[in-house]
């Protein structure tokens, strides 16, 4: 049983993350190959504060709060620069984050902080609390996907420059992007850090980041649903993969470059294109 | 004198960055596509150079063979990867991409094992007092002159002949250079082998720099030369030779002064970052 709910937690930890990259690249369409960045921010966040005594709930805000601060700054650096410029700077952030824990002593240097307190209400309390956060997040990604902001953001990740010239905001909505992402991002971390119980530099690097990005791609950029379900999928893929454990990297790869290559479209475009097959006459 | 040093071993690191990068560019150029994989063909050559070279002795033969092979699994690659997926956005190669890369390195791990291979005896490891009282070793000297030579190589053929001529045609308006008759293809492919053969010699200069190669040896480079071609002004060659020298220096005396505080790693991508929020575009606008 315990075995179940570990799994259980990290897919749910594994969506929510998604998720919140998926306010930026999938609707924002603003592409960041350094995610795991904001999991990490909120991870050590939250770490410390329970360390000194704090509970794990209330660490959960100042955890989305440090990570929206980065994220805001993040995301200012998006007006200024664009596309692939953009992808290359996402990726020096989270090299920073690493390369700057690494040499902190405060943040257990390149040991990581070890010996995180388990929350008070076990394991299977963390993944009612993980599934809690998932479905809030969840709505709040719905609402704006159906409110008048999503049309926004549709616009702006077809085309910027005529999203502006048709009256959309393109800064702000950007900025809020970003701050909404990135807080995701850190409460995924803040719940990451306490299901692991230690983290370290490595657990939050370029491969973490590559490997919610293709969560997000492989879902379908923009797609809620398809999101959910390759989050769900890839995030469990490793426990299955233990049987085939000095291999599992291999078969991760192949399948990235599989996925690509034949339902580029994701498992969004794969439902759709059975779905009308299904339909036409 | 310890600056001096810094600013050799810095063009040194420099020059082998701007043989990873020259590849990186000539693709970015053609296609406007991030080529992560890029970085596994270096390691590739890496491990045909000390494998070649234990085996026959020479190691002018096992560069060449490094060249040559690593620049036909090149255009393999664009064959496999890039070219199924040329109408797609520009993001769904760079996942196929990383996913290549990832799946290659486990593959290297797989096949000669996790702890890398070392030459038996490893050639060119002779000094050489180049100023009063700084020395270099042979091999690094190697790397200085191999650098330039290639990549004045490819400053002639892109002058010189219809293949260059018709290579940077395509670079500036794909349609009317085929238009005009370039077979777009053929650059693509002679893109992709130049490139690689590039990479591949870079694998072969590092294998011998560190006497050892591993696994994982194409993960940094090949982040970095992503962040080099970006500095340079994405597509463009001459920014990105600029670029890398610049990184390579920097990441010299970074290191020593500022290494307390960040890792040698991100200084590179602290650097980037401040470059580009001065100047979005990169060092050297494409035009």
């Known amino acids: ?281 | 004198m310890l600056y001096l040093d810094l600013l050799i071993q810095g063009l040194i690191q420099g020059a082998i960055y701007a043989l990873v990068a020259l590849g990186l560019t000539l693709v970015y150029g053609l296609l406007r596509i991030l080529h992560v994989a890029h970085a596994a063909l270096f390691t590739l050559g890496g491990y045909i150079g000390v494998i070649v070279t234990n085996d026959s002795g020479s190691f002018l033969l096992a560069l060449m063979l490094a060249m040559l092979l690593v620049g036909l699994v090149g255009m393999a690659s664009y064959r496999v990867i890039y070219r199924p997926l040329l109408g797609r956005t520009p993001l769904i190669a760079l996942i196929a991409s990383i996913g290549v890369f990832i799946a290659s390195e486990e593959m290297f791990r797989i096949v000669f094992g996790a702890y890398g291979l070392s030459y038996l005896t490893p050639p060119l490891q002779g000094q050489f007092e180049i100023l009063p009282s700084i020395y270099l070793s042979y091999a690094r000297i190697l790397v200085v002159i191999l650098a330039i030579g290639l990549l004045s190589l490819v400053g002639w053929l892109a002058v010189n002949t219809r293949l260059g001529i018709a290579a940077r045609a395509t670079v500036g308006d794909p349609k009317m250079a085929a238009s005009s008759g370039v077979n777009v293809e053929t650059i693509r492919y002679a893109s992709f082998f130049i490139g690689s053969a590039f990479a591949g010699a870079a694998g072969v200069l590092v294998s011998l720099l560190n006497n050892l190669v591993e696994p994982t040896m194409g993960a940094v480079p090949s982040y970095k030369a992503l962040a080099i071609i970006v500095l340079g002004g994405l597509g463009s060659v001459r920014g990105a030779l600029l670029a890398s020298l610049a990184l390579g220096v920097i990441e010299s005396y970074g290191t020593i002064y500022i290494g307390h505080l960040l890792d040698r790693d991100s200084i590179a991508f602290a650097f980037l970052i401040i470059v580009l929020m001065l100047r979005p575009q990169g060092l050297l606008r494409r035009d």
Request: overall charge neutral; charged content about 10%; hydrophobic content about 55%.
């Open chain 1, 1 to 281: 049983m315990d075995y179940e709910i570990v799994v259980l937690t990290n897919m749910a930890i594994g969506i929510l993350f998604a998720l919140s990259l998926n306010v930026i690249t999938g609707f924002c369409g603003q592409v960041s190959l350094g995610h795991a960045a904001f999991l990490g921010i909120g991870a050590y966040t939250s770490a410390i504060l329970t360390k000194a005594g704090w509970p794990l709930v209330a660490t959960f805000l100042p955890a989305m709060a440090m990570a929206a601060l980065v994220g805001l700054v993040v995301g200012m650096a998006s007006l200024r620069v664009r596309h692939d410029f953009l992808a290359i700077t996402t990726m020096g952030v989270v090299f920073l984050f690493t390369g700057i824990v690494r040499k902190q002593d405060f943040l257990g240097g390149e040991i990581g902080i070890a010996g995180i307190p388990a929350p008070d209400f076990g394991r299977p309390g963390l993944l009612v609390m993980a599934l809690a956060c998932v479905l809030l997040y969840l709505i709040f990604t719905i609402r704006i996907r159906k409110s008048w902001a999503g049309f926004a953001y549709d616009s702006i990740a077809e085309d910027e420059d005529t999203a502006r010239l048709l009256g959309v905001n393109v800064p702000r909505f950007k900025l809020f992007a970003f701050v909404a992402g990135t807080a995701g991002a850190g409460l995924a971390g803040a719940l990451y850090a306490h299901q692991v119980r230690f983290i370290g530099p490595d657990s939050f690097g370029f491969v973490e980041s590559i490997s919610v990005l293709a969560m997000v791609i492989v879902g379908g950029i923009g797609s809620i649903w398809g999101v959910i379900l390759a989050a769900a999928a890839l995030s469990a893929l490793p426990q299955f993969f233990q049987i085939i454990d000095d291999f599992k990297l291999l078969v991760y790869g192949l399948l990235l470059f599989g996925a690509m290559r034949f339902a580029p479209d994701g498992v969004d475009g794969l439902l759709r294109r059975l779905f009308q097959r299904g339909t036409a006459p």
